[in-house]
């Protein structure tokens, strides 16, 4: 055991090194450089639809590339296409295992993806000859449970799982090409970066760990959060990362300074974050939250500018369309609704 | 097993949940129920300490084991922290008896007076705000309407009661149908016409009878045993611990229609302190054979703990860390700022983009201008921006393409976009893609020859031996670099782009005004009645 304790204290020795050389690079703090940035004032969106149709909870959802049409997962056992300016339902999917957790859309609008419980990723080709939509590939070997999901193309989609690892799967044939091990903890949530070349994941051991894909080594890891992180994604420009956490806060992460920017926490909010998504210009935070609040923050100045309240239960997902004109959030209450 | 009173109620509290643990292993009997009632009791009548440490840090002074970091069980303690201090005979709200219509309401506090402490206490300025946490707190039964069912708060004269310990939710109580029979079943037999039943909770009770018809006289016995113990006990205290009884099962067994605020995101679930738990009984009684197991219980494999093996490769990672390359704070700092301000026109939460907006005007003209090929002039900025924007908008890559081919340097792009298509190809197409690439940009004598460095070049043919989707990345990387520093900043002087840019072909500007009128009138047409529209088109 003396082993095990040497190889502990080299670790945190390591780690208050590591502390020591970000403090060097912290000549000013990301708030004082926004000091002088007009203030963004109150951001009021309204209910433009509603998404009705599920029959439980919803657990995920995800835009497609083209602006109007969204996928929703629901505990109902169904995947929904929402066609969300008519609110039409353009398919809806009925899916083997009803403990779904997690739904993705290929940026090339053919596929979609979804799993859960059943610790498998399950896709669905959307473009079939005969208009039927079938499950086109299973894809099975992680041994937890599908947290998140997410296509790099038509050929390609990042897995993240309760197993602590994710996994990048080659669609064709089914196949793990490369497995992402490192998390001490569930990976509850995954994000790719604007060009494709890398990705970040958030898991339950309260640390954030960016991913390159080719090289497949992470190449970054940060903590700071007290609680498992929920929900991550990349800031527009790919150069920095947003993570939501169930200690009730959200944090930005510079991938160039290595370290984290600011925290987005008020104490008045005690409910974990669920789902966060960034406006199109990234100068909001948009955090969807367990006391079925989704709260805005002006992300340069870390103050809270507007609460979406239209949920009779936790928010449990939230998007911004790609073109940015809309935030489509889903519920526990088995609604997704569309702000802007 | 009656215990002496004690002073600190979080000892107390302790030893509550000690004594319940006991009593799981022993026998179920009356007796023991009626102990556990007893130590609720005194619990309820000591009073506890004024708390020194500040409100909602994370180190709490509720009772919630600080080893247990389930996502509900941290709530639980910063709403426990409240909870604690709101009670204050010093520092919290005025609970008291109150007298009306001949009877005495005892133990209570308005709504009112909730919101008001929670606005000073907490420090909030918006009552909506103060109203949702106090709904929060509601929600989760820490306090609750003494005449209602349904766990909300209204900032009024409403009447609401503080929940007792034994009854908070960090107890992890999951409560079994068989209390709830027992529970409902003594209702009807006290006869208290504020111990009705409503109707959905008789609904419940019918059906638990026909769910358990076999074991009905046992839950009546235990009905009648509860209804006992509760009869020796005082009148006044007797209807505080009714209330607080039913505001569990409220909080349990919730009224049709409002959440169940006891639900947990499965993915959580499992990681919970004994996820196969013991379900202990609020009467008592020790289970006989568990119900099926629902796939939130099942035990799948335990968290990893760091191993010998994870703490090595962390240590290596960590090498690799502490001379990495770092940027100032400053510098991205300020290249965040200025990112978000290049972009904030684009920003539809920000700044209203025109045409409206396709959810409110349903009017779609935002998309057609989007996606048609002859762009807006805010479209053309973006194009500016960075390379990557006028290569993500189709119109902008054609442009960027012919402007090349004027250049007869449209070889680079040409090859950037083969790659990424390869890229995305199925996998047994890829080797085939990629040397067909190489025929075309890269082989002595090619027809579009690409200007590789030596090095890349001799990385990329060695790559071609195992042809795979990354082969050409570091050849990508290399013309990329050489389009953004050469190639695109001339395209961004030159005549193509800036005459789109400043609106300067007159046919075309001629074109846009005219559109833009037409969709101006329409959008205003939606809004006035015809009459005006008629009178507005006279003017113009």
């Given at each position: ?9 080299e670790?945190?020795n ?9 403090k060097?690079?912290?000549?000013s703090t ?12 109150r ?5 433009r ?12 959802m995800h835009?497609?590339t083209d ?7 629901s505990?109902?056992?169904?995947l929904i296409?929402w066609?969300?300016?008519t ?7 009925p ?6 957790m ?5 940026p ?16 669905y ?8 939509v ?9 041994t937890?449970?599908l ?7 038509d ?17 064709e044939t ?6 992402f091990?490192g998390?001490?903890g ?32 992470c190449?970054?890891?940060f ?5 498992d992180?929920n929900?991550?994604g ?14 009730a ?7 160039r ?6 925290t ?25 939250h ?9 992300m340069?100045k870390?103050e809270?500018?507007g609460?979406?309240?239209g949920?009779?239960n ?16 889903g ?10 | ?7 600190q109620?979080?000892?107390q ?13 022993q026998?179920?009997?009356v007796?023991e129920?009626e102990?556990?009632e ?12 004024t ?10 002074m ?7 970091d ?6 639980y ?5 409240i ?6 005979e010093?520092?919290g709200?005025p609970?008291?008896?109150?007298k ?8 209570v506090?308005t ?8 606005m ?19 929600a989760?039964?820490?306090?609750f309407?003494?005449?209602?069912h349904?766990?909300?708060l209204?900032?009024?004269g409403?009447?609401y ?5 034994y ?8 409560p ?16 208290k016409t504020?111990?009705e039943l ?9 059906r638990?009878?026909r ?33 607080q ?7 349990h067994r ?33 289970e ?5 197991q ?24 960590l ?12 510098k991205?700092a ?6 978000t301000d290049?972009?904030?026109d684009?920003?539809q939460f920000?700044?209203a983009?025109e045409?409206a907006?396709?959810w ?6 935002l998309w ?6 002859e ?5 053309v900025k973006k194009w500016?921006f ?25 070889e680079n ?11 995305r ?6 080797a085939?893609?990629?040397e067909?690439?190489?025929?075309e ?5 090619a ?6 460095d030596?090095?890349?070049?001799e ?5 071609l ?24 900043t001339?395209f ?6 800036q005459?789109?840019l ?6 075309e500007?001629?074109?846009?005004r005219r ?7 329409r ?13 507005l088109?006279?003017s113009?």
């Amino acid at each position: 055991m003396g082993e095990m304790e040497e190889l502990r204290k080299e670790m945190e020795n390591l780690k208050d090194q590591i502390t020591a050389a970000r403090k060097t690079f912290q000549d000013s703090t990301l708030q004082e450089a926004a000091a002088g940035v007009t203030v963004v004032g109150r951001v009021q969106l309204k209910t433009r639809k509603t998404l009705r149709g599920h029959l439980a909870k919803i657990y995920a959802m995800h835009w497609g590339t083209d602006s109007t049409l969204c996928v929703s997962a629901s505990q109902d056992g169904k995947l929904i296409v929402w066609d969300t300016i008519t609110t039409n339902k353009v398919n809806a999917i009925p899916l083997k295992s009803s403990w779904v957790m997690t739904c993705a859309y290929a940026p090339s609008g053919n596929l979609v993806a979804c799993g859960g419980l059943d610790n498998m990723c399950s896709i669905y080709n959307l473009k079939g000859k005969d208009g039927n939509v079938k499950v086109m590939r299973e894809l099975a070997a992680h041994t937890g449970y599908l947290s998140c999901c997410r296509f790099l193309s038509d050929t390609e989609i990042i897995t993240s799982s309760g197993d602590c690892t994710c996994v990048l799967w080659d669609i064709e044939t089914g196949t793990q090409k490369t497995v992402f091990a490192g998390h001490q903890g569930d990976a509850m949530s995954l994000g790719v970066s604007p060009d494709f070349k890398y990705f970040i994941s958030g898991a339950c051991d309260f640390t954030a760990k960016l991913w390159d894909i080719r090289e497949a080594e992470c190449r970054q890891t940060f903590g700071g959060h007290e609680s498992d992180i929920n929900a991550i994604g990349f800031f527009p420009n790919g150069n920095a990362v947003i993570t939501g956490s169930d200690d009730a806060t959200c944090k930005l992460y510079d991938l160039r300074a290595d370290q984290e920017l600011l925290t987005y926490q008020d104490s008045s909010i005690m409910c974990g974050v669920t789902s966060l998504a960034s406006s199109k210009s990234g100068r909001l935070l948009l955090a969807g939250h367990d006391d079925f609040n989704v709260n805005i923050w002006d992300m340069l100045k870390a103050e809270r500018v507007g609460v979406l309240a239209g949920h009779d239960n936790r928010v449990s997902c939230i998007g911004v369309s790609s073109d940015g004109m809309a935030c489509c959030t889903g519920s526990w209450d088995s609604f997704l609704k569309i702000w802007n | 097993m009656a215990e002496a009173p004690q002073q600190q109620q979080q000892q107390q509290q302790q030893q509550q949940q000690q004594e319940e643990e006991e009593e799981e292993e022993q026998l179920s009997s009356v007796e023991e129920t009626e102990a556990d009632e007893e130590s609720e009791e005194e619990a309820k009548e000591s009073v506890h300490t004024t708390p020194t440490r500040p409100l909602l840090s994370m180190r709490s002074m509720s009772t919630v084991d600080p080893d247990d970091d389930s996502p509900n069980m941290i709530v639980y303690r910063k709403i426990e922290d409240i909870v604690t201090l709101i009670q204050d005979e010093e520092e919290g709200v005025p609970i008291r008896t109150v007298k009306s219509f001949m009877t005495k309401i005892p133990s209570v506090v308005t709504g009112t007076d909730i919101v008001q402490w929670l606005m000073k206490n907490l420090a909030i300025e918006d009552p909506a705000e103060a109203m949702h946490i106090g709904s929060l707190i509601a929600a989760q039964g820490y306090f609750f309407p003494i005449s209602d069912h349904v766990l909300s708060l209204k900032d009024d004269g409403t009447f609401y009661r503080f929940q007792a310990p034994y009854f908070w939710p960090s107890n992890c109580w999951e409560p079994e149908n068989t209390d709830y029979a027992i529970y409902l079943c003594k209702r009807t037999m006290q006869n208290k016409t504020r111990l009705e039943l409503a109707d959905y909770e008789a609904e419940n009770l019918a059906r638990l009878q026909r769910a358990f018809a076999r074991k009905w006289e046992f839950i009546y016995m235990q009905a009648e045993a509860q209804v006992k113990i509760d009869r020796k006990k005082d009148k006044t205290e007797r209807k505080i611990l009714d209330s607080q009884e039913r505001a569990f099962w409220d909080v349990h067994r919730p009224v049709p229609g409002c959440v169940n605020t006891t639900e947990m995101d499965i993915r959580k679930c499992r990681r919970m302190k004994n996820p196969l738990r013991v379900k202990k009984s609020v009467y008592g009684l020790v289970e006989e054979g568990t119900q099926s197991q629902s796939p939130i219980h099942t035990p799948s494999h335990h968290c990893r703990k760091g191993t010998k093996e994870d703490v090595e490769k962390e240590i290596l990672f960590l090498n690799t860390q502490i001379d990495r390359h770092r940027m100032k704070m400053s510098k991205v700092a300020e290249s965040l700022i200025s990112y978000t301000d290049q972009y904030m026109d684009y920003d539809q939460f920000v700044t209203a983009q025109e045409p409206a907006n396709p959810w409110t005007s349903d009017d779609p003209s935002l998309w057609e201008l989007e996606a048609s090929k002859e762009p807006s002039q805010q479209r053309v900025k973006k194009w500016g921006f960075s390379l990557e924007e006028a290569l993500k908008d189709p119109a902008g890559q054609e442009l960027f393409l012919k402007f090349l081919e004027s250049e007869f340097s449209s070889e680079n792009l040409r090859f950037w976009l083969a790659v990424q298509d390869m890229k995305r190809r199925p996998q047994q197409d890829v080797a085939q893609r990629a040397e067909d690439i190489w025929a075309e940009f890269l082989a002595e004598g090619a027809p579009s020859s690409i200007n590789l460095d030596s090095h890349s070049y001799e990385r990329t043919s060695q790559n071609l031996k195992d042809p795979g989707r990354y082969s050409y990345e570091d050849a990508q990387d290399h013309i990329y670099k050489l389009m953004k520093s050469d190639s695109y900043t001339r395209f961004l002087r030159s005549n193509v782009y800036q005459d789109l840019l400043t609106a300067k072909k007159k046919p075309e500007t001629e074109q846009g005004r005219r559109t833009s009128l037409e969709k101006f009138t329409r959008s205003v047409g939606k809004s006035l009645t015809g009459k005006r529209l008629t009178g507005l088109m006279q003017s113009s």
